[in-house]
T-cell receptor
Framework: QKEVEQNSGPLSVPEGAIASLNCTYSDRVSQSFFWYRQYSGKSPELIMS????GDKEDGRFTAQLNKASQYVSLLIRDSQPSDSATYLC?????????????FGTGTQLKVEL | NAGVTQTPKFQVLKTGQSMTLQCAQDMNHNSMYWYRQDPGMGLRLIYY???????DKGEVPNGYNVSRLNKREFSLRLESAAPSQTSVYFC?????????????FGPGTRLTVT
C-alpha cells in the first residue's frame, strides 16, 4: 500500500465549477498535511496546509481533514483555466521522524472553458 | 528575497561523468532537502539536512552524495552518472522547530544522462 494515494486523473471540470481533489494516507500518526500545485515544467508551489480536523479556507481553496478516516481533500471553488495543473498531496508523519514529507503522485486537474 | 535558487537549470551528462547540483536559500531555514521527480513516481526524497552540520539519507540515496556547506547552501553530487539518474531534481527548504514544516521548492534542474 502506498503511503499517500491520489487518483492520477485527469479530473476535468467546467469553468466555474467546484473541483474536488482527494488524498488518503496510511500512517495513522501523521500530523501535518499539505497541498502543492505544480504547473507543467515548473516546481511545486505550496497552496494550503492543514494540521487539525475540519475545514480550512483560503480564498477559493478549502482543505478538509479527517484524521479518523485518514483522508484529506482540497476543494477549488469557481474553477478557472489557470487552475489547470497537477495537485500534489504531502503528509508529514512521526514515522521516520524529522521534517520529512511523503508526497502522493498527484492528480492532474483540467478546467475546461 | 529570491527564496530557493538552484543551478544549473539544465544539464546533459554522459554516463560516468560527475557533477554537482547547487542549492541556496535566503529564508534562514534550518532544514534543506533534495528530491527527484520522475513521471508516475512523484517526488522522492534523496537526502535531507535537518540542520547545519547534519545530513541523512532519504528514500533513494544510492548514487548520490550531499554536502551542507553552511546554513544557506546544500549541494547534491553525482559521482558517476547513470542513465537511471535522468530526472528533474528539486531542492527545498523548511523551518525546523516550528509547527508548520512547510517546504518551499526551488525551480529545479533538468538532468539528462546519455
Amino acid at each position: 500500500q502506498k503511503e499517500v494515494e491520489q487518483n492520477s486523473g485527469p479530473l476535468s471540470v467546467p469553468e466555474g465549477a467546484i473541483a474536488s481533489l482527494n488524498c488518503t494516507y496510511s500512517d495513522r500518526v501523521s500530523q501535518s498535511f499539505f497541498w502543492y500545485r505544480q504547473y507543467s515544467g515548473k516546481s511545486p508551489e505550496l497552496i494550503m496546509s492543514i494540521y487539525s480536523n475540519g475545514d480550512k479556507e483560503d480564498g477559493r481553496f478549502t482543505a478538509q481533514l479527517n484524521k479518523a478516516s485518514q483522508y484529506v481533500s482540497l476543494l477549488i471553488r469557481d474553477s478557472q483555466p489557470s487552475d489547470s495543473a497537477t495537485y500534489l498531496c504531502a503528509v508529514r508523519g512521526l514515522t521516520g521522524g524529522g521534517n520529512k514529507l511523503t508526497f502522493g503522485t498527484g492528480t492532474q486537474l483540467k478546467v475546461e472553458l | 528575497n529570491a527564496g530557493v535558487t538552484q543551478t544549473p537549470k539544465f544539464q546533459v551528462l554522459k554516463t560516468g561523468q560527475s557533477m554537482t547540483l547547487q542549492c541556496a536559500q535566503d529564508m534562514n531555514h534550518n532544514s534543506m532537502y533534495w528530491y527527484r521527480q520522475d513521471p508516475g513516481m512523484g517526488l522522492r526524497l534523496i537526502y535531507y539536512s535537518a540542520s547545519e552540520g547534519t545530513t541523512d539519507k532519504g528514500e533513494v540515496p544510492n548514487g548520490y552524495n550531499v554536502s551542507r556547506l553552511n546554513k544557506r547552501e546544500f549541494s547534491l553530487r553525482l559521482e558517476s552518472a547513470a542513465p537511471s539518474q535522468t530526472s528533474v531534481y528539486f531542492c527545498a527548504s523548511s523551518e525546523a522547530g516550528t509547527a508548520t514544516y512547510e517546504q518551499y521548492f526551488g525551480p529545479g534542474t533538468r538532468l539528462t544522462v546519455t
